[in-house]
């Protein structure tokens, strides 16, 4: 059976990027494309999720996906609570689907969760009530589906087509949720050449299964590329040291204008945050002219509307 989408193919939870169909991918991207006005309006709000109630459950920190997923579900004119799980009943043992039952007793709509534990959203998603959708906001290592789609929003919109692209997962790949759902959804819109390029202690073995060209010489991985996204070092995640230092890691794998220069001229730089700059990133590179970092966390809102829309069953600015 398949958890995200009804017997009519339309969307029932967002928990993964991986297995859903282009036509739905295309679908959402069109339908934020269709949201981008309304954050220019005097009045930022359409009438569409009026009277629903969104219940945003991040137990792992969070800046952008928090945020956007809040000012997304006010502009659709929902009534959002974020839960503050730090002083929330979970300090008591309280257990997560018992969390849930709670807040669904309080006639939630939606679910949007953040964990430390690949599957929990899914847990959470083959639990609730038929008429409750739950949209994964980053699971362990496993998935990020609304940061990879706001990804994909970004690349259209600067690059306009997939299928003439070169693009470069450049990082720690082995502990990316994000990089995961980026694979993905580059794979399926039909991008021809996705390379990934890192240490061998920090991209997954048989990641070529995916898909994917891997590269452990950043130099000859950013040769000709299009688009160049770059990933945190995820310290949070590793177990025992991957690498020697963050100095050394920065002078092979930090994106400089040198290596910068190794892409394509009009290649963009992407970035899904937090940021380290001189660890990951330089930041001549990460505040200059083919940066579009910040335009993602913008997309993001936009994106992050079509999503919630289309599992509440209308989709139209
Ligand atoms: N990209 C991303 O998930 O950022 P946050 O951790 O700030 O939400």
Known sequence: MNLQLTEDGRLRHLLTLDGLPRAILTQILDTAESFMDVGEREVKKVPLLRGKSIFNLFFEPST?????FEIAAKRLSADVVNLNIATSSQTKGEAILDTVDNLAAMHADMFIVRHAQSGAA?????HVAPHISVINAGDGRHAHPTQGLLDMFTIRRFKGEFHNL????????????????QIHALTTLGVPEVRV??????????VEQMGVKVFHNMEAGLAGCDVIIMLRLQNERMKGAL???AQEYFKFFGLTPEKLALARPDAIVMHPGPMNRGVEIDSEVADGPQSVILPQVTYGIAVRMAVMAMLAGGATA
């Open 122 to 126: 899914h847990f959470i998603a083959r």
């Open 243 to 245: 690498l020697p230092s």
């Open 64 to 68: 952008r996906t928090r945020t956007t």
């Open 197 to 206: 390029i890192g240490p061998k202690t920090l991209l997954p073995t048989g």
């Open 166 to 181: 070169t693009v470069a997962i450049v990082g720690d790949v082995l502990h990316s949720r994000v990089a995961r759902s």
